[in-house]
């Protein structure tokens, strides 16, 4: 009776000690969370209640940055101008994007050879510099000495020439498209997860059943990928209204020509970073950050919710 008690208390101390260690492990990752995540939100919150005169507080205000971003001029016109920029960006996003990356890990999935080079080859963007992506695009871009302009007049389609990021029509569009093709790997390997955890036997037998390509991708393959496209619905749309670096690497912080590519991120740096009123709209470039976050976690809510209601994972 004393030996079992002997042992089931080394037992226990041996749990302990794993306990213990799996704390200490994860020690850094919880202090690097609190550091980079947790405080500058809790101090977005704090200073979007006071007023600051250049970057030091001024006084408690409360909601009043919150009711000058919504109805004083300027500051009503840019934020409902890059909230909805934020908005094209997703919803374009999600269109070509998903739609692609869904594409090509179909097709990486099917019997072709060469599966890992193509799969290096559409995630390699990824790995690469945003800087330099967006530098590389600006030269592509470029109105007259552009890549792209150079090769649709050498195939004779010159009334399809733009000035791609000087034209408010197709800046913003512009922009977006280096976007989803910098992010088309990622997606695709999460769609080609997706792909490869469904059971052959089921296409097998739906195949048996004499259901043609069509019916498989619109009844079987798109209802069993629900987890995945639920995950990258929610990445795209948290990326969409988060984005910061290909906006600004290639447009600037003002989202030229004329504002038109501005989104929340670049409208809240001006503000924050004191280029504009000489740093006195801190708070309300806090209120931004606020509402931000309220924005991403309310929509993230909801398109979780709208997944599981359709029952895609079952």
Same mark, same amino acid.
Do not use: C
């Given at each position: 009776?004393?030996?079992?008690? %002997?042992?089931?208390?080394?037992?226990?101390?041996?749990?302990?000690?794993?306990?213990?260690?799996?704390?200490?492990?994860?020690?850094?990752?919880?202090?690097?969370?609190?550091?980079?995540?947790?405080?500058?939100?809790?101090?977005?919150?704090?200073?979007?209640?006071?007023?600051?005169?250049?970057?030091?507080?001024? &006084?408690?205000?409360?909601? &009043?940055?919150?009711?000058?971003?919504?109805?004083?001029?300027?500051?009503?016109?840019?934020?409902?101008?890059?909230?909805?920029?934020?908005?094209?960006?997703?919803?374009?996003?999600?269109?070509? &994007?998903? *739609?692609?990356?869904?594409?090509? *890990?179909? $097709?990486?999935?099917?019997?072709?050879? #060469?599966?890992?080079?193509?799969? =290096?080859?559409?995630?390699?963007?990824?790995?690469?510099?945003? $800087?330099?992506?967006?530098?590389?695009?600006?030269?592509?871009?470029?109105?007259?000495?552009?890549?792209?302009?150079?090769?649709?007049? +050498? !195939? #004779?389609?010159?009334?399809?020439?733009?000035?791609?990021?000087?034209? !408010?029509?197709?800046?913003?569009?512009?922009?977006?498209?280096?976007? =989803?093709?910098?992010?088309?790997?990622? =997606?695709?390997?999460?769609?080609? *997860?997706?792909?490869? *955890?469904?059971?052959?036997?089921?296409?097998?037998?739906? @195949?048996?059943?004499?259901?043609?390509? /069509?019916? $498989?991708? %619109?009844?079987?393959?798109?209802?069993?990928? +629900?987890?995945? /496209? !639920?995950? !990258?619905?929610?990445?795209?749309?948290?990326?969409?209204?988060? %984005?910061?670096?290909?906006?600004?690497?290639?447009?600037?912080?003002?989202?030229?020509?004329?504002? =038109?590519?501005?989104?929340?991120?670049?409208?809240?740096? @001006?503000?924050?970073?004191? %280029?504009?009123? #000489?740093?006195?709209?801190?708070?309300?470039?806090?209120?931004?950050?606020?509402? /931000?976050? /309220?924005? $991403?976690?309310?929509?993230?809510?909801?398109?979780?919710?709208?997944?599981?209601?359709?029952?895609?994972?079952?």
């Amino acid at each position: 009776m004393s030996s079992f008690k %002997t042992t089931e208390g080394m037992a226990h101390r041996k749990k302990s000690k794993r306990k213990h260690l799996v704390h200490l492990f994860l020690l850094p990752a919880v202090l690097l969370y609190g550091v980079f995540q947790l405080y500058p939100l809790i101090s977005a919150a704090f200073n979007s209640l006071y007023s600051f005169n250049g970057f030091d507080k001024n &006084q408690f205000i409360g909601l &009043q940055n919150f009711i000058t971003l919504f109805k004083e001029k300027p500051y009503n016109t840019f934020f409902f101008n890059a909230f909805q920029h934020n908005w094209i960006y997703f919803f374009v996003t999600v269109l070509t &994007q998903l *739609a692609i990356s869904l594409l090509l *890990a179909l $097709i990486i999935h099917s019997k072709i050879k #060469g599966k890992e080079f193509f799969k =290096s080859v559409f995630f390699l963007p990824k790995l690469l510099s945003v $800087i330099v992506i967006g530098f590389l695009f600006s030269l592509i871009l470029n109105p007259t000495r552009g890549a792209l302009n150079s090769l649709l007049d +050498g !195939m #004779g389609l010159e009334f399809l020439t733009r000035p791609w990021l000087g034209s !408010m029509d197709t800046a913003l569009f512009s922009v977006i498209f280096v976007d =989803s093709w910098a992010s088309i790997g990622f =997606s695709m390997l999460i769609f080609l *997860a997706g792909l490869q *955890a469904i059971e052959p036997e089921i296409f097998e037998a739906a @195949r048996i059943d004499g259901a043609n390509p /069509l019916t $498989i991708l %619109t009844r079987i393959t798109v209802p069993m990928l +629900g987890p995945s /496209l !639920m995950i !990258m619905t929610v990445l795209v749309f948290i990326g969409s209204f988060e %984005t910061f670096e290909y906006v600004f690497a290639m447009q600037g912080s003002t989202g030229g020509p004329y504002y =038109s590519t501005d989104v929340l991120t670049t409208f809240f740096y @001006r503000l924050a970073f004191g %280029t504009v009123d #000489g740093g006195q709209s801190i708070g309300v470039g806090s209120a931004i950050a606020v509402v /931000l976050f /309220l924005i $991403i976690g309310l929509a993230t809510s909801t398109i979780l919710f709208v997944f599981k209601r359709k029952d895609f994972e079952r």
